[in-house]
């Protein structure tokens, strides 16, 4: 009798770089009936799953969209709500990461959230640092236009202080003073719940990453949607400016 093959885990390359705008867990809560925290609580069982769904796929770096610098003009008890989970969160996932070799690191203005996440974000970043191959990026307090301000502001100062040339133009050297200087760009960006928005969101990295919308809600976003945005992903051509024909092997 004929073995039955398993399924292969992706049909292509897998992208290095998949950053995700986790959308959706609003509605989620409001289609059942219930507050809007219960939905987030759910959305962090979600970015447990998806950071080890990610990982067992051969991504190198997931980047999650936790936080917006936009987000604080939302209700305060919704603020104080995810600001709680996020400690639960990290409480909760210090060990883990640990223990499966997982880089923790943030984006975003950390210094502006409250003094015990930020302990335990410079907690969680400081134990996990030497691991080199997976990273998990969490964008807290993240916005992409406060990003290029500070970064424009960070390279005006070494150009003051000699340690930058005013006359290098190259997008290398200034995009080191970006938040993302020791990660690739984002291959593929992934937004849940419908919405086919950028927010704010990586606007400088994600130049020449491809996008796929999903309509799933982020607390039902299983490993399955995971795999089917590497499958949309990989019937793209990444052609970067130059044509079709300059892609193809050429055949003398
Ligand atoms: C995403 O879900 C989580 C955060 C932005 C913190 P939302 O809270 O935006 O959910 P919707 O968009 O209202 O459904
Ligand atoms: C984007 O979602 C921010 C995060 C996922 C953290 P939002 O729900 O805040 O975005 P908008 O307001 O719909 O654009
Ligand atoms: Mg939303």
């Given at each position: 009798m004929a073995e039955s093959i398993p399924p292969p885990a992706v049909l292509g390359p897998v992208p290095a770089h998949i950053a995700i705008i986790m959308d959706g867990n609003g509605r989620w809560a409001k289609a059942r009936g219930l507050p809007r925290l219960e939905g987030h609580r759910r959305g962090v069982e979600t970015v447990r799953t998806t950071t080890f769904a990610a990982r067992d796929l051969g991504v190198k770096v997931l980047t999650l969209y936790a936080f917006s610098v936009e987000n604080w003009k939302r209700p305060q008890d919704e603020v104080g709500g995810l600001m709680g989970l996020l400690e639960y969160y990290l409480k909760k996932e210090l060990a883990t990461f640990v223990r499966d070799r997982v880089r923790f690191r943030t984006i975003g203005?950390?210094?502006?959230?409250?003094a015990n996440i930020q302990k335990l974000l410079n907690d969680t970043t400081a134990a996990t640092q030497h691991f080199s191959d997976y990273t998990l990026v969490l964008a807290l307090n993240y916005g992409a236009r406060t990003e290029v301000v500070d970064a424009a502001r960070a390279y005006a100062a070494a150009v003051a202080a000699g340690r930058?040339?005013?006359?290098?133009?190259?997008w290398s050297t200034f995009s080191?003073?970006?938040?993302?200087?020791?990660l690739p760009d984002p291959d593929l960006v992934i937004r849940t719940s419908g919405e086919t928005r950028i927010?704010?969101?990586l606007l400088m990295q994600a130049a020449y990453a491809e996008f796929v919308f999903t309509p799933t809600l982020w607390p039902d976003f299983s490993k399955a949607d995971l795999t089917a945005a590497i499958a949309d992903y990989n019937r793209r051509e990444r052609r970067f400016g130059l044509t079709s024909e300059q892609l193809k092997p050429t055949h003398r």
């Open positions: 203005r950390t210094a502006d959230l409250p930058e040339n005013l006359n290098d133009d190259s080191r003073y970006l938040t993302t200087p020791d927010s704010n969101f």
